[in-house]
């Protein structure tokens, strides 16, 4: 087991807020609670909570312990220059992308990115142009994008700035980044890569490579997506001299706090600790757990979990490569759907899982997670197999794309109303339809509400997946205008 004691550098964020705590020094500074732990009689960690007062850097302009801790990140990953963010990946993808492009300018972007870089594009009057991925038959999960694709998506937009790419996805599927970003570069256009899910990749080889490695210009990890760090703790990395550093601070100025916690930059700093002394051993232990997994559920016959146990990457013709640390259950053969498969897991087994989609349920784990969190698991989804009806009818499915009628501000500039969704069909839409999670968008402002989204969204709501929509009203009403 990997030791406890990476915080013991003296000089770790952690050390020198506990060390200060115990100064008896009078906080006459925020926060407002003043470390008052006799006032505050609960749990919260009051003594270590401040922000930037003296000795303790300042994140927007790093120089002391925060740098520090940038480098031990760019020493990990091996980037160019790290930012800390401790407003989750998402501040880093609307910065990151600002840096990268001018107002109005065109992007290429695959259609299943996450919402923050919609709203990177609306925010930006952006025009966008989408990589649709096709979907993975099997199980119904989005798969990667081709760099066929991505080449012809350059060839027929010379005049775009920048391809954003999503890497692994929420469920796990990884683009080919290396020849995605040799296409882009081939034409001078950077590739920002959204790896909110990638954190933990690259420092095994039982692990797929990590984007920085692969050659994308920008970075943006969630660590607390699938490292041990606190919700919110995330990192943006530069790699090239095609997006410029300044640019990025100035952008991460306005999308992040200008009072960031050290409670979460004190936990980046453990996790980035962590890993630099631990890693093999950490990754060797959690590729043990999951081939145990992978033996222990390699016979089911009816729910199949993507390249695990049985289930191998050439099963799926869509993806390129896949995240073994994402375990993907479809219930596509199964009388179950998704949902009734997250409520027997969570109800019977006691298991909370990540995500449930019509046809597959997603679970993470981590180098956190004990031998026995994956055979719970493991224990559960056997005797679920053996307890459910097989059906074996094939579903088709494609991935829809509505017809882009204008940019997405354009239409958040328009005056609609809302109306019945039942009678919405022919016209634009005015707001976002997502489901949650993961929070990607269906449809975007600007596109035409026809009967093939129509019956994607009827099919997510029989399936009982939690449709959000910008106004609140769907699956009810939409804001929409008519073309
Ligand atoms: C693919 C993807 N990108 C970005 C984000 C945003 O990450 P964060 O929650 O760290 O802001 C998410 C969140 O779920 C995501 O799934």
Same mark, same amino acid.
């Given at each position: ?249 100035? =952008?991460? *100025? ?12 004190? $936990?980046? !700093? /453990?996790?980035? @600790? %962590? ?78 899982? =990540?995500? *449930? ?12 997670? $004990?031998? !026995? /969190?994956?055979? @719970? %698991? ?106």
């Amino acid at each position: 087991m990997a030791s406890k004691n990476h915080t013991v550098n003296e000089n770790s964020i952690y050390n020198l807020l506990t060390r200060y705590s115990t100064m008896d020094i009078c906080p006459l500074h925020m926060p407002g609670h003043k470390r008052n732990s006799q006032l505050l009689a609960d749990n919260l960690p009051y003594n270590i909570d401040i922000t930037e007062i003296s000795g303790f850097d300042n994140l927007h302009d790093p120089r002391g312990i925060i740098k520090e801790t940038s480098k031990i990140a760019d020493a990990l990953y091996g980037s160019n220059k790290t930012f800390l963010l401790v407003n989750g990946s998402s501040c880093g993808i609307l910065a990151g992308i600002r840096a990268a492009v001018k107002h109005g300018d065109k992007i290429i972007m695959a259609r299943n990115c996450h919402q923050s870089v919609y709203h990177a594009a609306e925010l930006n009057a952006l025009q966008t142009v989408y990589l649709l991925p096709k979907i993975d038959q099997q199980t119904g999960i989005g798969g990667s994008i081709s760099p066929l694709q991505v080449k012809a998506a350059l060839d027929n937009n010379p005049d775009a700035k920048l391809l954003v790419i999503t890497s692994p996805t929420y469920e796990g599927v990884v683009n080919d980044i290396e020849k995605i970003t040799a296409a882009a570069h081939k034409r001078g256009i950077a590739v920002l890569v959204d790896a909110a899910h990638g954190a933990h990749l690259g420092f095994s080889d039982y692990f797929p490579d990590n984007s920085i490695k692969s050659g994308a210009d920008l970075v943006v990890h969630s660590l607390h997506k699938t490292l041990p760090a606190l919700t919110q703790c995330a990192l943006a990395h530069i790699n090239s001299n095609l997006i410029n550093h300044q640019k990025m601070a100035a =952008e991460l *100025a306005i999308f992040e706090t200008s009072s960031p916690s050290y409670i979460l930059l004190a $936990s980046i !700093d /453990n996790c980035l @600790r %962590l890993l630099l002394k631990d890693k093999d051993q950490l990754f060797k232990t959690y590729e043990n757990n999951i081939k145990c997994f992978d033996y222990a559920i390699k016979d089911l016959k009816n729910l199949h979990i993507v390249c695990h146990g049985s289930n191998y990457l050439n099963n799926h013709q869509c993806l390129f490569d896949f995240d073994p640390g994402k375990i993907v259950i479809s219930t596509r053969e199964t009388n179950l759907t998704g949902t009734i498969l997250a409520n027997i897991l969570r109800e019977q087994y006691r298991i909370e899982p =990540e995500m *449930a989609g019509s046809d597959y349920v997603i679970a993470i784990t981590s180098i956190c997670d $004990s031998k !026995d /969190n994956f055979k @719970r %698991l493991a224990d559960a989804l056997i005797a679920i197999d053996q307890a459910v009806i097989p059906n074996k009818s094939i579903k088709t499915m494609a991935n829809v794309l509505p017809r882009q009628l204008m940019r997405i501000s354009e239409a958040l500039d328009l005056n609609g109303t809302l109306i019945a969704f039942a009678d919405a069909t022919g016209m634009v839409s005015l707001e976002y339809v997502w489901a949650y999670p993961p929070g990607i968008p269906l449809l975007v402002p600007g596109e035409i509400i026809d009967k093939n989204i129509v019956k994607q969204i009827h099919s997510f709501v029989s399936a009982g997946i939690n449709l959000k929509s910008s106004f609140g009203e769907m699956p009810r009403q939409i804001k929409a205008t008519s073309v």
